[in-house]
């Protein structure tokens, strides 16, 4: 079987050659569509180029920018020489860009701006193989290793007939044992790991995908929101591009409410904290509602969950009084509500990458939002498993798409043998033998559980997470975050109790819903630093506390708390660049915090 990627531009644009295959953003606020062909275009001329530039097959690359459309044409023309393509998230530090780019041994690295640029040339230094740095927005910089984008693609535009033929003659040899990317897991803890995806995982990415999201045709348009060094969206656009789905490409994450709505796609991925600050806001509206428009919406919701939930989920025929209800409060509420965000024309809204509340799901689904719970990682080309269109159990993240197995090993690890499994970790034997069982099961790091017969995975724990407190108790934290994250006042939390007395947590709210809630109760202060030391404030979100945690064993209960003036940062280290938090930089961070709740 041929590459997918290697030729899928290509063939798009010999078979559609007038069709969008992507809408790219204007200086001017207006989007751009770019046809099939000149996309094929644009990816012959960056492939010369990369040719010119000396990249070799099976060499690597480096883009390290936000989401950009010459980020995707530079992955392209990578595939159309074999050579490797690496993603660094935009955000990351110079020690990280540094870290990849030995690690690679990457000679052209691609930047989005000033400020990646300015990393790009300290990392030059200190990295002997990088030789050419290429800068996608307009600079001015006299450095002879620095190239425009524009240079790059005059360059492979004439680039002489010998580089074309070179070019075609690696797209003509390909090998679907040819390493197609490196995905560098984040981690929560110890120096990132590339994980080695070949063009083999992502060929039976594409196939297994197409047999479980049968809802998706051509006529659907996503947004790339997340960023393409999460495999999760890159893997998630290819698959779009593949299936000929028009992909509106948003540079911005802070401008994804304003690009969701002239977009208005059927389908995107994202983490969960889109959605549970979709769910927080839309809820503080509620309460803002008077009594009989409140009243509305909370019908509204029951008659939801009545029909989204025991019926269409379960695959039941909804009964024709209930589905006549259901059309009256969608008209009046739902669709006013999607409408709002642009997500009204919905079939499939995906979402992986931490823990969801069942809460907030069951109430996006009330609403009509298609949400789609899924579980993967970086080393198993994302998605493991997701929700079937019917009969998938809330709470759990799906069950195993077409090919991929499943089982549950020690400690209640999930356990994973698929073609969609890395080769292992780029130069990391030891690594690499640790994450693979004797018998060749990739080891998630992950624990959980498997319904014996629906087939359903739910999580548990991450087991670097666990932690035990000095009773013997276990405790997950990711669980516990995961429920504090349905309310609109908390913005950001992490649990802390390892081999403590008992559990507490660092909690960053929400400074606009306190200011608002400050306002309303008269309590003085306006500042970050203000609303936290105010008592009435702790009271407040001690009584949501109590509420949020019922159900849980006492001693998984927070007992005591600190709230925060600023929030965890990925430049801090506190965060991951998928935003999960790095608890034991936080505890090293708010040492002094951590020990004054645990004083007598």
């Known amino acids: ?191 990132p790991k590339g994980a080695v995806l070949p063009h083999s995982c992502f060929n039976r990415v594409m196939e297994i995908h197409k047999e479980r999201l049968s809802m998706l045709d051509e006529s659907a348009t996503s947004v790339a929101f997340l960023p393409m060094s999460h495999i999760f969206e890159k893997a998630w656009t290819y698959f779009c591009l593949y299936m000929n789905m028009k992909v ?106 931490a823990a969801i509340s069942p809460v907030i799901v069951e109430f996006l689904i009330s609403c009509g939002i298609p949400i789609v719970v899924g579980y993967g990682l970086s080393e198993t080309t994302a998605t493991v498993s997701c929700y079937p269109q019917t009969d998938y159990q809330i709470g759990s993240v799906g069950v195993p798409l077409p090919g991929i197995d499943v089982r549950i090993g020690e400690n209640n690890e999930i356990q994973v043998k698929s073609a969609t499994v890395m080769r292992g970790y780029y130069n990391k034997p030891v690594a690499t033998g640790e994450a693979f069982t004797a018998d060749g099961w990739f080891r998630t790091g992950d624990a959980g559980r498997i319904d014996p017969v629906t087939g359903a995975i739910f999580l548990t724990e991450r087991l670097k997470d666990l932690f035990k407190t000095s009773n013997g108790k276990y405790v997950a934290p990711q669980a516990i975050e995961s429920r504090l994250g349905e309310d609109p006042v908390i913005e950001q939390v992490a649990v802390i109790g390892d081999q403590r007395k008992f559990v507490t947590a660092l909690i960053v709210p929400s400074f606009d819903v306190l200011r608002e809630y400050a306002a309303r109760q008269g309590i003085a202060g306006s500042t970050p630093e203000e609303l936290v030391k105010s008592e009435e404030i702790h009271r407040m979100i001690e009584q949501r506390l109590e509420g949020l945690q019922q159900g849980l064993a006492n001693h998984e209960k927070i007992k005591r708390f600190t709230l925060l003036p600023k929030e965890f940062t990925m430049e801090n280290g506190e965060l991951t660049n998928t935003l999960k938090v790095r608890r034991p930089v936080v505890a090293e961070h708010y040492n002094k915090e951590i020990e004054q709740m645990y004083k007598c």
């Open 1 to 191: 079987m041929p590459n997918i990627l290697t030729r899928l531009v290509s063939s798009h644009a010999s078979q559609t050659p007038d069709r969008e295959a992507y809408y790219s953003p204007e200086a001017n606020g207006e989007w751009k569509p770019v046809t099939w062909r000149r996309m094929a275009e644009d990816v012959d001329a960056a492939a010369n180029a990369l040719a010119f530039l000396g990249v070799q097959p099976q060499t690597m690359t480096a883009t390290f920018s936000a989401n950009r459309p010459e980020g995707v044409t530079v992955d392209f023309a990578a595939y159309a020489n074999r050579a490797v393509p690496v993603s660094i998230y935009s955000t990351s530090s110079l020690e990280q860009v540094v870290y990849i780019l030995n690690d690679t041994s990457a000679s052209v690295i691609f930047v989005g701006n000033e400020a990646q640029l300015a990393i790009a040339r300290a990392a030059r230094r200190m990295c002997p193989k990088l030789r050419c740095i290429v800068v996608i927005e307009p600079v001015k910089c006299r450095d002879t290793a620095v190239m425009t984008w524009e240079r790059f693609m005059e360059i492979g535009r004439s680039a002489t007939e010998e580089i074309k033929q070179e070019v075609a003659h690696r797209t003509e040899t390909a090998l679907t044992s040819d390493i197609a990317t490196l995905v560098y897991t984040s981690g929560t803890t110890g120096e």
């Open 248 to 353: 509106w490409i948003n540079l911005d994450p802070k401008e994804i409410t304003k690009t969701l709505r002239e977009a208005r796609p059927t389908c995107m991925c994202s983490v969960p904290r889109f959605w549970e600050k979709v769910y927080a806001g839309v809820n503080e509206k509620i309460a803002g509602m008077g009594g009989v428009q409140r009243a509305l919406v909370s019908r509204a919701l029951k008659v939801g969950h009545k029909r989204n939930l025991d019926y269409v989920r379960t695959g039941r025929k909804v009964p024709w009084l209930l589905e006549k209800e259901y059309k009256f409060y969608d008209k009046r509420v739902f669709q006013v509500l999607k409408r709002v965000m642009g997500v009204e024309r919905g079939k499939l809204f995906p979402t992986a990458g």
